[in-house]
């Protein structure tokens, strides 16, 4: 049996706090493309979050109400702000941003043409590790996605554009995204149909019979 | 799922909705919070009824992530019922040609 040493303990060294390293600074998208299966149109962006340690930090999307409807998307009804769960910042699926093609062609033909509406999105962060807890706004992960249904030349296309800008969604701020812009451009329909002649009042026309 | 099985008469019962795909391949929809449809009560519709769409998991409009299965979607709106009359009750979700499990609901006095 070995002695018990009976020496006063040196004093314990202060627990030292582990460094907080992790950081989410900004969104910037991939090499993006378009989405065109007949039914759906639109498009694909890559998500990079970009900041330190990434695996400690969980982020969620939020996207805006829809906003800026012109033309024949102004009898669209707004659509309602949506957000995703938190996810590993490391692990961030694709985005896509899709319409419906039928739709969009029934706004086109029955509402008047042309038209266009926007959404707004930003992305939210939390780091458990690093005590924020709350979700907080991310500095530059700010985007506008614009959706335009128009005739192009004898065509009916439709155009998917996501845009760097500052936006406010819910109470959150954040200021544009690290990519200035991303764009798909899509045929909807081949054949956008002739404008339609106003009738002549004046009985100018040609007439038939007697 | 509710919180409970049993309830009293005239008490909140608010049903959670959660969609799980199983099998790679399956895309999952999870920004939200999304509209519950094709809810039914002791067989009567409750909710309103959903657009005829081979995949009633898949938005007409969308913006956001889409996650790749196998994932589970959580971020559904919230249903919620008050029964007055004791008695059993069963709800069920059945988007399209799915369904979800029956909740079999007790409600007291």
């Known amino acids: 049996m070995g002695e018990l040493d009976d020496r006063p303990a040196a004093p314990a060294k202060e627990a030292k706090k582990p460094k907080c390293e992790a950081s989410a600074t ?41 906003v800026d409807h012109t033309g024949s998307m102004k009898d669209r009804p707004s659509a309602k702000s949506k957000n995703s769960d938190f996810m590993a910042a490391d692990k961030i699926p694709d985005d896509r941003h899709v319409s419906s093609v039928s739709d969009h062609l029934d ?17 939210l962060y939390k780091i458990p590790s690093c005590s924020i807890d709350t979700p907080q706004g991310m500095a530059n992960s700010g985007y506008r996605i614009k959706r335009t249904v128009k005739k192009d030349g004898k065509k ?18 954040s200021g544009a995204g690290l990519t ?26 040609p007439k038939k019979g007697k | ?68 299965g196998p994932a589970i979607d959580f971020n559904y709106e919230v249903t919620a019922y008050r029964f007055t009359r004791p008695g059993a009750y069963q709800i069920l979700w059945k988007p399209g040609e799915w369904k979800s499990n029956v909740l079999e609901i007790e409600v007291v006095r």
């Open chain 1, 26 to 66: 900004g969104i910037s998208l991939g090499k993006s493309g378009p989405i065109h299966d007949g039914d759906e149109y639109g498009l694909r962006t890559p998500i990079n979050v970009r900041g330190k340690n990434l695996k400690d930090v969980q982020d969620s999307e939020l996207v805006g109400t829809s």
């Open chain 1, 107 to 123: 706004y086109y033909d029955n509402h008047g043409g042309d038209g266009s509406y926007s959404r707004l999105q930003m992305d």
């Open chain 1, 156 to 173: 009916v296309v439709g155009i998917v554009t996501k845009t760097a800008e500052a936006v406010e969604i819910d109470g959150f701020k």
């Open chain 1, 180 to 205: 200035a812009k991303k764009e798909a451009k899509v045929t909807l329909r081949e054949d956008a149909p002739s404008e339609k002649k106003e009738k002549s009042t004046t009985g100018a026309g």
């Open chain 2, 1 to 68: 799922m509710t919180g409970e099985r049993r309830y009293r008469a005239g008490e909140e019962i608010r049903v959670h909705h959660v969609m799980e795909a199983t099998e790679p391949g399956i895309d999952v929809y999870v920004m939200g919070p999304k509209q519950v449809t094709d809810e039914t009560v002791n067989g009567e519709l409750r909710t309103a009824a959903g657009p005829p769409s081979a995949d009633p998991f898949r938005p007409s409009e969308y913006d956001g992530r889409v996650v790749p």
